[in-house]
């Protein structure tokens, strides 16, 4: 049983025209020649200026009515009686939506535009009244009207629009995308949202409900809803609104301007797919997108044409009460049907009405279609034999009444659970009223159509039906609340597939991509190892809609394969091989992955959320000018994936770091668009392995296979992912055994001098211990006399004990033959007292010609001091000097001296004739004086302060006069020789 319950409230003023004689309570009779206006809401005949004859001629009158807000249950009306309604055609009855004739007029009255209906005001009646001028020329007159004026309530009309929508061939289409949440904005606009009527009522959007039934299936309430439709079609959808009073207002798809739902489907993706599936780390991967817009499979969607019902339906308010023409019609279009027709009766599947009506026997019915077919649903009027008296939905049984009924749904089809209503009422098929009580009620529900819907075949769908009342008595009325033809599902079938291109193909920014053609190609190169790369490829149609989809591509963990150092064995020993992965993790571990979210610009208003293994883990939104850190653990083989989407204008980062310190920045800059960010973690594969030559090791698919032979021979190991063996890995390794590795040696220093040290050191050892207590493979000795030194050495198998001798000699004792003194250009011999054998050096080179003879002459152009050198064969060399003093000159100071207390040139002298005063220095090499004299029988014996000094160079100073008083100033160099 569908029952609808209207409470009235409001009273506005309401004027009925009537045309049959009907017997009128009113408290009293007001001419339009009177004074007025009369204000409230008692039943008042109202008459022309004469009621008892002819109106006269050019009369211009103004009468109003306004109601005081209260109203009586059975209202006011103004009536007239057929009889008493005659204004001539050139005489006119105005009738205003207000208090003066400068409100809005609402009818022109006279015999050629005679009332039908009667006549209400709205909600927005200034002052909450109705206003009547009535004119006539001086020509003919009529016999003028009765009328009774009183109060009804008339509930406000509401006009609306969905922001968004745009139109179509006519049609006003809302587009949107499968998938995706959007919003739907119901635009009102009231026709009486302020108002200068003290008794209105006002309708906003807050005291407004809102009630949304979308063509999948969906509802929601309020002025916005939010709603996603899951697949693409074209959708149709209704609203209806419900105002301050319980007034209600439906609006439908295809009526009114109420948009259709486009929904642009989700694409199917072409050759989508990573060229090689599956890639070795280091290596790049070449990404196939699939985008064709030519292909209708990769841009088309096949809808379904949705609706809460296909066909047509009407919601309205219309009065079935007393008038002129007793046929009340109420009219609807259809839409988006292409230009169908009906091809036979069961293309219409029912028809139903919703009404309250207080007598069957007074009511037919029919349904017309666009081109004037028509089908009579039920008709008591002309062929009904039950009582008359039996309603139609719970009514209030009175006439002219403010107050409907209870109002009932009765649906009529080509063989209904009942028979036809003509039937069922003789019949007695009944319900007890509960308004009016003790009336019967002809039970809602499904009844045959009184004519077959035949009479419909040909019918366009598409174009205005009409269903006609006929309601022949004044005794009862009531109210038709709404109706719906309801097709055939088969029909929307027909409707052709929408068509969607797609215009745009794209990789999603990821910085693995290092090459993209901007439409559908893109090369990889990882950063990532071990597991499942995602690359998201996004198309856009041409309705602005963007669908996504995932490459995997498969990167096998980087693997660094190490078998070991060549290794010395024991004969007869077993050998274990190992492969170790230094790079790689213990096999599954758990990896903490951190992930923080952070606003670039100060603020960040979207959410992020966590997916972990296809399960959301948690929608995350940082503080506005910080940032927000999460930690997730993930197992081996889990998945993390990250959707975020940011509308607040800003640039959004996001950082990823996994437990090896590997870190991700995701930015997104502002945009509509989802970004999805994938990885699935792994610490280590299934590794295989294989060991060549396989026969000398006891399982060479093992990482730690036992070799079988006692040779030194090359071991090659492979190992590689199971999956993907096309990365696979080899290191060598090669056992020595003893007997075929060079004895441990010990090298050295085995002569040195006396006072010298001596480096030795043991090579091919395991471990060492000296005789001297060292465990180091390289000590340094400094022994006085002749030594054995020895080691014990362990080469992996035994312990050897290694000597080595350290010979010490004694520096060679050698005696210089005595300094002379040559004139310039004369010659002398050099010799030195050495033991045959060793090697003997004489230098400078100036004024000799064999520096290693022995004797040798020599002719130096100056005073000179040779030094001689001899070797005796193991780097033990000793020194000695000969001054060869050449006079040219008066003045000489000896170049080197040799103070080693044998008498010969033991100390350097300033030599010279005629000197009469003498300043005689010696300095060292930092400018200190270390010797001083004025006398030439003193010289520098190579001592300062008592002390020896060493050999080197010093430098010397002489400031003379002569006795000719001529100042002489020498300086040079002296080599001091120990």
Same mark, same amino acid.
């Given at each position: 049983?569908n029952?609808?319950?209207?409470t009235?409230?409001?009273?506005?003023?309401?004027?009925?025209?009537?045309?049959?004689?009907?017997?009128?309570?009113?408290?009293?009779?007001?001419?339009?020649?009177?004074?007025?206006?009369?204000?409230?809401?008692?039943?008042?005949?109202?008459?022309?200026?004469?009621?008892?004859?002819?109106?006269?001629?050019n009369?211009?009158?103004?009468?109003?009515?306004?109601?005081?807000?209260?109203?009586?249950a059975?209202?006011?009306?103004?009536?007239?009686?057929?009889?008493?309604?005659?204004?001539?055609?050139?005489?006119t009855?105005?009738?205003?939506n207000?208090n003066?004739?400068?409100?809005?007029?609402?009818?022109?009255?006279?015999?050629?535009?005679?009332?039908?209906?009667?006549?209400?005001?709205?909600?927005?009646?200034?002052?909450?009244?109705?206003?009547?001028?009535?004119?006539s020329?001086?020509t003919?007159?009529?016999?003028?009207?009765?009328?009774?004026?009183?109060?009804?309530?008339?509930?406000?009309k509401?006009?609306?629009s969905?922001?968004?929508s745009?139109?179509?061939?006519?049609?006003?289409?809302l587009?949107?995308?499968?998938?995706?949440?959007?919003?739907?904005?119901?635009?009102?606009?009231?026709?009486c949202?302020s108002?200068?009527?003290?008794?209105?009522?006002?309708?906003?959007?807050?005291?407004?409900?809102?009630?949304?039934?979308?063509?999948?299936?969906?509802?929601?309430?309020?002025?916005?809803?939010?709603?996603?439709?899951?697949?693409?079609?074209?959708?149709?959808?209704?609203?209806q609104?419900?105002?301050?009073?319980?007034?209600k207002q439906?609006?439908?798809s295809?009526?009114?301007?109420?948009?259709l739902?486009?929904?642009?489907?989700?694409?199917?993706?072409?050759?989508?797919?990573?060229?090689?599936?599956?890639?070795?780390?280091?290596?790049?991967?070449y990404?196939?997108?699939?985008?064709?817009?030519?292909?209708?499979?990769?841009?088309?969607?096949?809808?379904?044409?949705?609706?809460?019902?296909?066909?047509?339906?009407?919601?309205?308010?219309?009065?079935?009460?007393?008038?002129?023409?007793?046929?009340?019609?109420?009219?609807?279009?259809?839409?988006?049907?292409?230009?169908?027709t009906?091809?036979?009766?069961?293309?219409i599947?029912?028809?139903?009405?919703?009404?309250?009506?207080?007598?069957?026997?007074?009511?037919?019915?029919?349904?017309?279609?666009?081109?004037?077919?028509?089908?009579?649903?039920?008709?008591?009027?002309?062929?009904?034999?039950?009582?008359?008296?039996?309603?139609?939905?719970d009514?209030n049984?009175?006439?002219?009444?403010?107050?409907?009924?209870?109002?009932?749904?009765y649906?009529?089809?080509?063989?209904?659970?009942?028979?036809?209503?003509?039937?069922e009422?003789?019949?007695?098929n009944?319900?007890?009223?509960?308004?009016?009580?003790?009336?019967?009620?002809?039970?809602?529900?499904?009844?045959?159509?009184?004519?077959s819907?035949?009479?419909?075949?040909?019918?366009p769908?598409?174009?205005?039906?009409?269903?006609?009342?006929?309601?022949?008595e004044?005794?009862?009325?009531?109210?038709?609340?709404?109706?719906?033809?309801h097709?055939?599902?088969?029909?929307?079938?027909?409707?052709?597939?929408?068509?969607?291109?797609?215009v745009r193909?794209?990789?999603?920014?990821?910085?693995?991509?290092?090459?993209?053609?901007?439409?559908?190609?893109?090369q990889?190169?990882?950063?990532y190892?071990?597991?499942?790369m995602?690359?998201?490829?996004r198309?856009?149609?041409?309705n602005?809609?963007?669908?996504?989809?995932?490459?995997?591509?498969?990167?096998?963990?980087e693997?660094?394969?190490?078998a070991?150092?060549?290794?010395?064995?024991?004969?007869?020993?077993?050998?274990?091989l190992?492969?170790h992965?230094?790079?790689?993790?213990?096999q599954?571990t758990?990896?903490?992955?951190?992930?923080?979210?952070l606003?670039?610009?100060?603020?960040?208003?979207?959410?992020?959320?966590?997916?972990?293994?296809?399960?959301?883990?948690?929608?995350?939104?940082?503080?506005?000018?910080?940032?927000l850190?999460q930690?997730?653990t993930?197992?081996?083989?889990?998945?993390?994936?990250?959707?975020h989407?940011?509308?607040?204008?800003?640039?959004?980062?996001?950082?990823?770091?996994?437990?090896?310190?590997?870190?991700?920045?995701?930015?997104?800059?502002?945009?509509s668009?989802?970004?999805?960010?994938?990885?699935?973690?792994?610490?280590?594969?299934?590794?295989?392995?294989s060991?060549?030559?396989?026969?000398?090791?006891?399982d060479?698919?093992?990482g730690?296979?036992?070799?079988?032979?006692?040779?030194?021979?090359?071991?090659?190991?492979?190992?590689?992912?199971?999956?993907?063996?096309?990365?696979?890995v080899?290191?060598?390794i090669?056992?020595?055994?003893?007997?075929?590795?060079?004895?441990?040696?010990?090298?050295?220093?085995?002569?040195?001098?006396?006072?010298?040290?001596?480096r030795?050191e043991?090579?091919?050892?395991?471990?060492?211990?000296?005789?001297?207590?060292?465990?180091?493979?390289?000590?340094?000795?400094? @022994?006085?006399? =002749? %030594?054995?030194?020895s080691?014990? $050495?362990? #080469?992996g198998?035994?312990?050897?004990? *290694?000597?080595?001798? &350290?010979?010490?000699?004694?520096?060679?004792?050698?005696?210089?033959?005595?300094?002379?003194?040559?004139?310039?250009?004369?010659?002398?011999?050099?010799?030195?007292?050495?033991?045959?054998?060793y090697?003997?050096?004489?230098s400078?080179?100036?004024?000799?010609?064999?520096?290693?003879?022995?004797?040798?002459?020599?002719? @130096?152009?100056? =005073? %000179?001091?040779?030094?001689?050198? $001899?070797? #005796?064969?193991?780097?033990?060399i000793? *020194?000695?000097?000969? &001054?060869?003093s050449v006079?040219?000159?008066?003045?000489?100071?000896a170049?080197?001296?040799?103070?080693?207390?044998?008498?010969?040139?033991?100390?350097v002298?300033?030599r010279?004739?005629?000197?009469?005063?003498?300043?005689?220095?010696i300095?060292?090499?930092?400018?200190?004086?270390?010797?001083?004299?004025?006398?030439q029988?003193?010289?520098?014996?190579g001592?300062?302060?008592?002390e020896?000094?060493?050999?080197?160079?010093?430098? *010397?100073?002489?400031?003379?006069?002569?006795?000719?008083g001529?100042?002489?100033?020498?300086?040079?160099?002296?080599?001091?020789?120990?």
């Amino acid at each position: 049983m569908n029952i609808t319950k209207l409470t009235w409230g409001f009273r506005v003023l309401v004027v009925l025209f009537v045309f049959v004689s009907v017997q009128l309570v009113t408290g009293q009779t007001v001419s339009i020649s009177e004074s007025g206006p009369t204000t409230g809401c008692t039943p008042t005949k109202f008459v022309d200026t004469d009621v008892s004859g002819d109106y006269g001629n050019n009369e211009a009158h103004e009468y109003g009515f306004c109601t005081d807000g209260t109203g009586g249950a059975n209202g006011l009306y103004v009536v007239f009686e057929a009889s008493k309604f005659d204004i001539h055609e050139s005489d006119t009855l105005y009738v205003y939506n207000g208090n003066s004739a400068t409100s809005r007029i609402i009818a022109k009255l006279n015999n050629s535009n005679k009332p039908t209906d009667s006549l209400f005001t709205d909600g927005c009646s200034e002052g909450g009244c109705i206003y009547f001028k009535f004119v006539s020329d001086g020509t003919d007159v009529g016999k003028g009207w009765e009328a009774t004026v009183g109060c009804k309530f008339v509930c406000q009309k509401i006009s609306l629009s969905v922001a968004g929508s745009i139109d179509i061939n006519g049609q006003s289409v809302l587009i949107r995308c499968a998938g995706e949440s959007t919003s739907f904005n119901a635009v009102t606009n009231y026709a009486c949202a302020s108002t200068n009527n003290p008794h209105s009522y006002f309708q906003l959007d807050g005291n407004t409900t809102f009630n949304w039934t979308f063509g999948d299936g969906g509802t929601g309430i309020g002025s916005t809803v939010y709603h996603t439709f899951g697949e693409g079609g074209l959708f149709s959808t209704s609203l209806q609104v419900t105002d301050a009073k319980g007034c209600k207002q439906n609006f439908v798809s295809g009526q009114d301007g109420f948009p259709l739902i486009k929904v642009s489907g989700r694409p199917i993706f072409g050759e989508l797919k990573a060229v090689s599936d599956s890639i070795c780390f280091g290596d790049t991967a070449y990404l196939v997108g699939g985008l064709d817009t030519n292909k209708a499979q990769d841009g088309g969607f096949q809808p379904n044409v949705q609706r809460p019902f296909v066909g047509i339906q009407k919601h309205d308010q219309l009065y079935l009460g007393p008038q002129q023409d007793p046929v009340f019609t109420s009219k609807a279009t259809g839409a988006g049907f292409n230009g169908q027709t009906v091809s036979a009766s069961s293309d219409i599947d029912k028809i139903c009405i919703n009404l309250e009506h207080s007598g069957i026997g007074d009511l037919k019915m029919k349904i017309t279609c666009p081109n004037g077919q028509s089908a009579v649903l039920m008709d008591e009027v002309s062929l009904g034999t039950g009582p008359k008296s039996t309603f139609l939905g719970d009514a209030n049984n009175s006439v002219f009444k403010i107050d409907p009924g209870e109002s009932m749904t009765y649906c009529f089809t080509e063989s209904g659970t009942f028979g036809t209503m003509t039937t069922e009422n003789a019949a007695g098929n009944y319900v007890p009223s509960s308004v009016v009580s003790g009336n019967d009620i002809l039970t809602p529900g499904s009844y045959s159509s009184q004519e077959s819907f035949a009479g419909l075949v040909g019918c366009p769908l598409d174009g205005e039906w009409t269903v006609e009342i006929e309601d022949n008595e004044l005794a009862n009325d009531g109210y038709l609340f709404s109706w719906q033809i309801h097709f055939n599902a088969s029909l929307a079938g027909n409707i052709p597939p929408q068509q969607t291109k797609l215009v745009r193909g794209f990789w999603i920014s990821n910085p693995d991509i290092f090459w993209t053609n901007n439409v559908d190609s893109a090369q990889v190169a990882p950063q990532y190892s071990g597991g499942n790369m995602d690359y998201m490829y996004r198309v856009q149609d041409e309705n602005g809609c963007q669908f996504d989809s995932i490459v995997k591509l498969y990167v096998a963990s980087e693997i660094d394969i190490n078998a070991g150092y060549d290794t010395l064995l024991c004969p007869g020993d077993p050998y274990r091989l190992s492969a170790h992965f230094p790079h790689l993790h213990a096999q599954h571990t758990d990896c903490q992955f951190a992930v923080r979210m952070l606003a670039s610009n100060g603020t960040w208003t979207d959410e992020v959320e966590v997916i972990i293994n296809n399960t959301t883990a948690g929608n995350y939104t940082p503080i506005a000018g910080g940032f927000l850190d999460q930690t997730f653990t993930l197992k081996w083989g889990d998945s993390l994936e990250l959707w975020h989407k940011t509308t607040n204008g800003e640039s959004e980062d996001i950082y990823i770091i996994d437990c090896e310190g590997k870190e991700m920045k995701i930015n997104q800059a502002n945009t509509s668009d989802y970004f999805a960010y994938g990885i699935r973690y792994y610490d280590k594969f299934d590794l295989v392995y294989s060991w060549k030559p396989g026969d000398q090791v006891d399982d060479p698919s093992s990482g730690w296979p036992i070799a079988k032979t006692g040779d030194s021979i090359e071991y090659v190991v492979t190992a590689y992912n199971r999956y993907v063996p096309s990365c696979a890995v080899t290191d060598t390794i090669i056992p020595y055994f003893d007997e075929q590795i060079p004895a441990p040696t010990i090298e050295g220093d085995n002569h040195i001098c006396l006072g010298d040290s001596a480096r030795l050191e043991v090579f091919n050892f395991e471990s060492i211990d000296w005789t001297t207590g060292s465990l180091d493979s390289v000590i340094k000795v400094a @022994p006085t006399a =002749t %030594t054995d030194f020895s080691a014990d $050495v362990y #080469d992996g198998c035994t312990t050897r004990t *290694y000597t080595l001798t &350290v010979n010490v000699h004694d520096y060679p004792i050698i005696k210089a033959s005595n300094d002379t003194t040559i004139r310039l250009g004369s010659t002398t011999e050099l010799s030195v007292q050495a033991k045959d054998g060793y090697t003997v050096t004489w230098s400078p080179l100036e004024g000799i010609t064999c520096p290693n003879c022995n004797p040798v002459p020599a002719t @130096p152009g100056e =005073t %000179t001091a040779y030094i001689v050198s $001899v070797n #005796d064969g193991f780097g033990c060399i000793s *020194y000695d000097t000969v &001054v060869v003093s050449v006079l040219e000159y008066p003045f000489f100071v000896a170049s080197g001296f040799t103070p080693n207390g044998d008498g010969i040139n033991d100390a350097v002298y300033f030599r010279g004739e005629g000197i009469a005063r003498l300043e005689f220095k010696i300095y060292d090499r930092w400018g200190q004086e270390v010797f001083a004299t004025h006398e030439q029988s003193q010289g520098w014996d190579g001592t300062f302060n008592g002390e020896p000094l060493s050999s080197g160079t010093y430098v *010397y100073y002489v400031y003379a006069v002569l006795g000719t008083g001529d100042p002489i100033e020498l300086d040079g160099n002296i080599t001091l020789f120990r």
